[in-house]
């Protein structure tokens, strides 16, 4: 990274913190949550009892001897980290953690009748199939006659604000939702992403939640290939369920039907989606890495190459961006550009912010926010930027 020294990584074990208050309240939650659930087994509750022991007061434990992703793991730096208290070590190491182990808990890895149900499942459908989803398609049809700058920026602007229904995140602030997004952005490199959006080829989409986030990304991409604007995308999901809300390939089908179900103008998107895919107009990628308890900085070689190769790379969400910039107590006017040009190609983040991450901020715009909320604006999810490099 040319002229910036690296910042503290930002660990979970100051109380009063936000990291802290994940791990210590957030995670306790979420494992409530998936009890109730499903009917899940002795077995499984006694694993989930054993979980949320380990990450109150015990250590990070080795992975089973026969785990299939032991070796991953091991080189996503478990060996290092085994033996360790969940709150000592790098935040974004023991939040992914957690979610691998609580997988494990239900059962999900297998073998075994759990094996692949998602616990995460009936709140991404609830959400799916809500009300403010509903109003969200309907609106396509009031969008239908405008013109098409003017849609791709509606489109765009919905796909930055999706990323406020998180359902992780409302589980520990549940007015999150009802707060009135802030207008304005707290960063707009607006202008040059619609510059890199024009005339190009390979659009790459890192995805982050399912539900109400993953169906305007989704509209997004079918309107730009639709207009001719990208010739491909690329949708990156995750291959397990993961930070409660985030999703795989199996919300991405389900958005898919959710979308040529509807009614009026979201069903034409969905099926143009739906040939996109069977032409390969739109891939959907689940690559491990996409689950690494790591900064993009390590990136593995062939995503590194499949990311060089595109045109943009857009990154969605609180956590893409912890992990675009690196989990660290950056002081936010560090330049974006410098944090990420370890990144292989040209890279935007659509971001609502949900954690104490921030660069790229102007100074008087840093100054302004402090003074009219303290910190909280770093943590609320009523701000959101548009961050190019
Ligand atoms: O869905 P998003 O936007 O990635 O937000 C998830 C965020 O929620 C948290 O789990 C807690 O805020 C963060 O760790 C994470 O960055």
Redesign the pocket.
């Known amino acids: 990274m040319p002229d910036t020294p690296p910042a503290p990584v930002i660990l979970g074990n100051e109380p009063g913190s ?2 802290h208050s ?1 791990l210590a309240e ?1 995670h306790p939650a979420i494992v409530r949550q998936v009890r109730e659930a499903f009917p899940y087994g002795p077995e499984q509750h006694r694993a989930l009892d054993a979980l949320v022991e380990s990450c109150a007061k015990g250590v990070i434990e080795p992975l089973p001897a026969d785990a299939s992703d032991g070796d991953r793991w091991a080189a996503w730096g478990m060996d290092e980290y085994v033996g360790r208290s969940w709150f000592d070590v790098p ?2 190491w023991s ?1 992914s953690h957690f979610y691998r182990r609580l997988l494990d808990a239900v059962g999900y890895f297998g073998p075994g009748p759990w094996q692949g149900i998602d616990p995460f499942r009936p709140s991404k459908l609830a959400e799916l199939h809500s009300r403010e989803t509903d109003e969200e398609l309907a609106a396509l049809d009031d969008l239908a006659d405008r013109p098409v700058a003017e849609r791709t920026e509606a489109l765009l602007h919905g796909s930055l604000w999706g ?2 229904a ?4 409302r589980l ?2 549940a007015d999150a939702e009802a707060r009135a997004a802030v207008p304005g952005l707290v960063a707009d490199d607006g202008d040059a992403l619609r510059r890199l959006l024009t005339d190009a080829d390979t659009l790459c989409l890192i995805a ?2 399912a539900g109400r ?1 993953l169906i305007p990304d989704l509209l997004l991409i079918a309107h730009l290939l639709a207009h001719g604007t990208i010739r491909r995308a690329v949708l990156h999901v995750k291959p397990y369920p993961y ?4 999703a795989t390939t199996a919300d991405v089908v389900d958005a898919l039907r959710r979308l040529t179900d509807a009614p009026g103008e979201a069903a034409g998107y969905g099926r143009r989606l739906w040939s996109a895919m069977a032409d390969g107009g739109l891939t959907v990628r689940a690559h491990p890495f996409s689950c690494a308890p790591l900064p993009y900085a390590d990136l593995p070689d062939d995503f590194r190459a499949e990311l060089a190769a595109a045109t943009l790379t857009l990154v ?7 992990r675009l910039v690196g989990d660290r107590r950056w002081p936010p006017t560090t330049a974006f550009a410098e944090v990420t040009a370890h990144f292989p190609g040209p890279v935007a983040a659509l ?2 912010l ?2 104490d ?1 921030i660069t790229g901020l102007g100074a008087d715009t840093e100054a302004a926010l402090v003074a009219a909320e303290g910190q909280r604006w770093r ?1 609320s ?1 009523t701000h959101a930027l548009i961050q190019v490099r």
């Open positions: 936000f990291p994940v957030r935040w974004l939040e990323n406020r998180d359902l992780g995140f520990s602030d982050d939640n986030e930070y409660v809300s985030d969605k969400g609180d956590l893409n961006y912890r971001r609502t949900k954690s991450v943590t999810g």
